[in-house]
C-alpha cells in the first residue's frame, strides 16, 4: 500500500478523537531505542562465514487527549547490511512482510548489500471507562501465559528466536474487554488480515479461582473452530503455568485432523539470585513445518503450529552476577532426530540507558551429529 493511502487511514482512525474532552491537560509521550546488531553465521566451517548487520530505531508515541481516550502510534526502522541481503533470495519480501489487514510496511533502498525497512506495527484508538476498555487499530492481544510457547496467543503468534523484537507483532483487530469483577472480565476481540481466510475472531472468559488466574477461549481460527483454556498461579514456591487449544476444521470436520496443542511450564527463583524455568509442548500438527529444527528461525509459525515436532522441552537457566551483568543458558531440545538448540546469553550495563548484549543460537541433530548452523549476536542498545 502507497504511504500516502496509510496517512490517511491514520489520519482517518486518529482524527476524531484529537479534540476530544478537555478533562485534563493533554499528554504527549515519546520514547524508544537505537540498536545495533552484528550477526555471523555459518553452519560448521569458519570459511562459510556470513556477516549481516543490523541498525533498529523505534519510536513510540503516545498521546492522551482525555481521561478516557488515549492514542498509540509505535513504528520501527530497520537497516540491514551484508550477506544476508544479497545472497539470501527473497530476503527483503521476507523482511518486509505485513500481513495486516493495512500493509504499513516499506522497503526502500534496496541495492546490494542493503535494505531500509519502516514498518508501522502499533496504531490504535484506546477507550476506557467504566467496567469497558475498547481497543481498535492495530494492536498487540495477548492472550499467551507461558514465557515460550503460546497455544492461546492465537492473534500474534511469535517465534522466540527473534530476540531482536521484543514488543511482538500486532494485529489489525477490535477488542472490547468488560470487566465483571475485581479479577474477571469477558473479551471479544476480531482480527481481519488482507488474506481471504485470515481473520479471527474469538471470545475470551477470565476468571480467579483458587489463587489461580484462568482463562476459556472459544471462537473462529481462520479455517478452524479452536477452544482452549489457560492457566498461571502457583504450586507452593513455584510458578505453575499451561495454555491448551484444540482446533477442528469448519468445512469437512468429519474427515479433517483435529489438532491439540498443549503447552505447560515451571519457573523457580533461589534466593542466590539463580533463576530456572522449565517447558514442555506438544504439537499434534508438526509435520506442516517438515520436522527440521534448521526451517525453524523463519518458519511461519502459528499458535496450531510453534514447532516442527510433536514433542519439545525447554530449559533455561539465569543468574544475574551483579546489578550490571547477567548471563543465560537455554536449550530446546525434541526427540525428534535429537534436535537441540543451545542459546547462552550475557548482558552487561554499559551505563544508563546503554546495553550490551552477547548471543548465540547453535542447532544440532544428534541423530547422525549434523551441525545445521550456528549464529552469533553482538548487540549494543540505546533507549530514551
Partial sequence: MKPSKVIWFIFVLLFPFFGAGQEKEHKLVLNGYVKNLHQLQFVDNLNQLQWTTLVHNRLNFGYTPSKSISLRLEFRNRIFYGDAVSNFPGFSELMGMDNGWVDMTWNYGESGHMLFITSIDRASVRYSKGNWDVTLGRQRVNWGRNLIWNPNDIFNTYNFLDFDYEERPGSDAVRIQYYTGDFSKVELAAKKGRLKDDHIIALLYGFNKWSYDFQLIS??????????????????????????????????????????????????????????????????????????????????????????????????????????????????????????????????????????????????????????????????????
Fill in 219 to 384: 471462537g473462529i481460527y481462520k479455517n478452524d473452530w479452536v477452544m482452549g483454556t489457560g492457566w498461571s498461579g502457583n504450586l507452593k514456591n513455584m510458578g505453575f503455568k499451561g495454555e491448551v487449544s484444540y482446533f477442528v476444521p469448519r468445512t469437512n470436520y468429519l474427515d479433517a485432523e483435529n489438532v491439540w496443542s498443549a503447552s505447560i511450564s515451571l519457573d523457580y527463583g533461589f534466593k542466590n539470585g539463580l533463576y530456572i524455568y522449565g517447558s514442555a509442548l506438544y504439537n499434534g500438527s508438526s509435520t506442516d513445518l517438515g520436522g527440521s529444527i534448521e526451517n525453524l528461525a523463519l518458519s511461519g509459525i502459528t499458535a496450531k503450529n510453534l514447532m516442527p515436532f510433536e514433542f519439545s522441552g525447554y530449559l533455561q537457566l539465569a543468574k544475574e552476577f551483579s546489578p550490571i551483568f547477567s548471563g543465560s543458558f537455554s536449550t530446546v531440545y525434541s526427540p525428534t532426530n535429537h534436535s537441540v538448540i543451545v542459546i547462552p546469553t550475557l548482558s552487561y550495563s554499559l551505563a544508563n540507558n546503554w546495553e550490551m548484549d552477547l548471543i548465540s543460537q547453535s542447532f544440532f541433530e544428534f541423530n547422525g551429529y549434523k551441525s545445521l548452523g550456528h549464529g552469533i549476536f553482538f548487540r549494543i542498545r540505546w533507549s530514551f
